[in-house]
């Protein structure tokens, strides 16, 4: 059953599709799909779901719990179901016992009545969000997810087709990647403090160890079978007998003889002599015996690693994402690339295939409104799909059109946050770095190693070539390209600062790589430290002379911090002004912590995360309100064109979208995806420096 209802005194409605005459069904098809009538509707995406199932594309919706998250900002304590969305604003109580007593398929007068109460709620609650909306000024932000909210639904309603072969083959070739991690993380324990912890926790063995348990019949069965092949069995009246009979063959015994005795007399060290001395290969193979400089810790287990985190760290209170964020050794690093190599096997092995329908495809759900702005999903967690460098794409590349002759088409943002940092900043290296194409992480790195950075090219260094740099578009040419189109007019010839190949360079380019990035997500010198593999104290003097190079960045960032500090709210950039809103902030004495702040002293850690929080969220919203809109107009530009049949919506991952076209129309779907992305891009930078790259594929392959 289906409910939604028209604002403004409008008329409810309550239907059933599996009831509805032909007739009936064009009449509120003409309504459902009108882009002239708002629906209201609390949690559209789950209607949008079913009716897309049954051809059904819904347009123009208000979605009252969407309203309820973007008053909020997400906050994910606040539970935004209807009932408790109109106790919250009216102090009723409706009744949501009759909520799942729909499946029955029996449609019951009481089960309408409850239907329809539920919709007369939806025009209240509208009319007081909206008044929230203008107080605020978030009218932006509510139009830009009424309509996000139909491309989600789509996406999950679509699905992505799995295959399940090259998923498993992945699976297969994780298996070195998870070895390599564990081993990197094993190097620590030959290393002070480690090896000392590791000995007196008596997880690091300093000689041979001998694990066999003689009490288990199965373990000395095992034994016996493959010592004495000859016995049928290892319980004491077989082996008694076997000796019986012996003896009375051999009165002057056997080895054989003298083994068992000395196993059933519980001389267990004979037996263990006699199994070294026969096959010592055997007993270190099947684990037996262990060798000096065995390891036994369980790494994924808290209670045996977190005491040795807080050897480390002291303060560590857990081992989540959170707590290791804060510290600045780099075994935690190691740690937690070990915990993600596993999941390649355990949450991305064969497990995965939970997630995947009858239809063969994954269709994953969207949480729209988390309190950074940015989007989640479940069940699966897609923006996780493994795409590190030790993976590369392959988990992605299992991902495939729904057709085997369409193929996929994906586009996503170049450097998108690092593109909102230079146009909030107006950082003049930054922007000219941009603009011309060249290498932002190498650029800095220059300015901010110096002459550390000139010492460290060798002899092949691209970085400091001379190129052709066309002045209009910012291309560039080598000598050769150049030449091999006749010194063609408009170019430039200048150090082209591109990103080089010099071992010194990339280690010093990865460095300001991490601050760059670091920047949308307020890193501390404690998580650069880790990152960098270095102390705190030279992570901070890196992080003062970055500051040092970048005023301008220092500025606007310092300026959100104060912004969120004094405020208790931080937003993101026109037009659309979204809002974070920090819960705790009254809790605090803000105007004597920010007047002591501007001096540099930090006097309460809630509020240090609020200032963190509030550097993040501008960059981090803006461009998630950037790749909303980017849904958005492709999912218009889909229906205005009337290429349903052509172009399908299957995903989307932080600033990439990822579409199926069919084949012969890819190539000019492709031009027209840029283009598009392109457009919605310069709503967050109107100087036109974000770009995109898409391709065209078989296989989902950004």
Known sequence: MYSFGIPCGGDQFVFDLKYVTPSQIAMLNSIIESTSVTKLIHNAAFEYMTLYTSGIIMENVYDTMLGEMILDSGNNTVSYSLDDTVYRRFFVIISKMLQKSFADGIVSTDQIEYAATDVAWLGFIRRQQMLGYHQWDL??????????????????????????????????????????????????????????????????????????????HPTV?????????????????????????????????????????????????????????????????????????????????????????????????????????????????????????????????????????????????????????????????????????????????????????????????????????????????????????????????????????????????????????????????????????????????????????????????????????????????FKLAATMRTSVPEAKALIDQYFREFPSIKSVLNYFEWFGITYGYIMTPAPFFRKRWFPDWQKYNLSYYAEEHLMGVRRDNKLAEIGRQSKNAPIQGGSADSAKLSLVMIRMYINDNKLRDRVKLVMQVHDQNTTSARRDYAPQWSNELTSIMIEAGKWLVPSGLLGCETTVSPVWTK
């Open 221 to 525: 069965r095992a034994l016996f079978a493959h010592y004495f092949p000859f016995l049928k069995g290892a319980t004491q009246p077989i082996l008694k007998q076997y000796i019986k009979s012996t003896l009375e063959e051999f009165p002057e015994g056997t080895l054989g003889t003298y083994i068992l005795t000395a196993y059933i007399e519980k001389r267990y060290e004979v037996v263990l002599e006699y199994f070294l001395k026969k096959d010592y290969n055997f007993m270190y193979a099947q684990a037996y015996m262990l060798p000096a400089g065995h390891i036994s810790i369980n790494w994924n287990s808290v209670d045996q690693v977190l005491p040795l985190g807080q050897l480390l760290h002291p303060k560590l209170k857990s081992l989540d994402a959170d707590n290791i964020a804060k510290t600045s050794h780099p075994f935690f690093i190691d740690l937690t690339d070990y915990k993600d190599a596993l999941k390649l096997i355990s949450t991305y092995g064969q497990a995965f295939f939970k997630h995947v329908d009858s239809d063969g495809k994954v269709h994953s759900k969207f949480t729209q409104i988390v309190s950074t702005g940015r989007v989640s999903s479940k069940d699966p967690n897609m923006q996780n799909i493994p795409a590190k460098k030790a993976v590369g794409l392959r988990y992605r590349n299992a991902f495939i059109p729904h057709d085997p002759n369409w193929d996929m088409v994906d586009s996503d943002y170049a450097s998108q946050e690092l593109v909102a940092i230079a146009e909030l900043s107006k950082d003049p290296v930054w922007l000219k770095a941009l603009q011309e194409g060249r290498d932002l992480h190498s650029v800095c790195a220059e300015l901010v190693f110096k002459d550390k950075w000139k010492n460290a090219q060798d002899t092949t260094c691209h970085y400091y070539e001379k190129q052709w740099r066309h002045i209009v578009d910012n291309t560039w040419l080598s000598m050769d390209e150049y030449q091999a189109r006749h010194q063609p007019s408009g170019y430039v010839y200048e150090v082209r600062k591109g990103k080089c190949k010099c071992k010194r360079h990339g280690v010093l380019r990865e460095g300001i790589k991490s601050i760059n990035f670091g920047l949308a997500y307020g890193m501390s010198e």
């Open 139 to 216: 009218e932006w932000v509510a139009a830009l997810e009424m309509e996000a909210v139909l491309g989600y639904a789509e996406i999950t309603a679509e699905g992505i087709q799995l295959d399940k072969d090259k998923w498993i083959e992945n699976e297969q070739l994780a298996e070195p990647v998870v070895a390599e991690s564990l081993r990197r993380l094993n190097a620590w324990v030959q290393e002070e403090p480690f090896r000392s912890w590791f000995i007196k926790n008596n997880y690091l063995l300093t000689e041979d160890k001998c694990v066999i348990n003689w009490n288990s």
